[in-house]
């Protein structure tokens, strides 16, 4: 079973701090790894995304890690301000998204 | 353009009554496929439509149904409603769906539905 491993389920990080969120795939077919963020009562919106051949992409305070021969992958959120406090998911994709299950973010002043 | 719409947003029904929920997709948009997404197992994939056929399908059972139109609308229908059925059910649209292309899926809202 295609599986998407997310960590950590929650986390709490003060205005101005680095948010890591990370996530782990076992099958090599996955070509295409997009973040997704979750506000609540609302449908998940996409944030990121990332191919298999590049290591690193960067939009504005976000970036995500790709470490192919690990399997890996990580969103990183730079000077994490409140109104980042959602829910974030890692997804990739074959010929359907496979979702991790989530990270609680919650970013305090 | 218009976003992803789903209705309803919100439902209420009982034990062993059947649903339908509706999507309407970006314009222009052919694939929806369709989430659930709850607390204890996150979002999983329940099928993609595109072109009015099903094209893929997740581990769902035979419950859980669903069409496309040929204005590339889709309906999702749960029959024999059971309480674990509670869930934000969510819509996605992408221009084809097609994985070479890594195109991006656009969420609705999503309809909650809680099964009594």
């Known amino acids: 079973q295609q599986q998407v491993k997310q960590s950590p389920q929650s986390l709490i990080v003060q205005k101005g701090g680095i948010s890591i969120i990370n996530c782990a795939y076992e099958n090599t077919a996955f070509d295409y790894f997009p973040w997704y963020q979750q506000f609540p009562g609302k449908g998940p919106a996409l944030l990121i995304a990332?191919?298999?051949?590049?290591s690193e992409k960067k939009e504005g305070r976000f970036t995500i890690s790709f470490n192919k021969s690990a399997k890996q992958f990580s969103l990183h959120i730079m000077d994490s301000q409140p109104g980042d406090s959602a829910t974030y998911f890692c997804a990739a994709r074959s010929y359907q998204l496979t979702f991790g299950k989530g990270t609680k973010l919650s970013v305090i002043p | 353009k218009a976003g992803v719409t789903q209705t309803p947003r919100y439902l209420i029904k009982t034990r062993g009554q059947q649903v339908t929920l509706s999507c309407s997709p970006i314009s222009g948009h052919r694939s929806v496929s369709w989430y659930q997404q709850t607390p204890g197992q996150g979002l999983q994939f329940l099928f993609e439509y595109f072109s009015e056929t099903q094209r893929n399908k997740g581990n769902f059972p035979g419950r859980f149904s669903g069409r496309q139109f040929s204005n590339s609308r889709s309906e999702m229908n749960v029959s024999t409603l059971e309480l674990g059925d509670s869930a934000l059910y969510l819509c996605a649209s992408s221009p084809s769906g097609t994985s070479g292309n890594q195109e991006t899926q656009y969420f609705g809202p999503g309809t909650r539905l809680l099964v009594l």
């Open positions: 990332i191919r298999p051949d590049v």
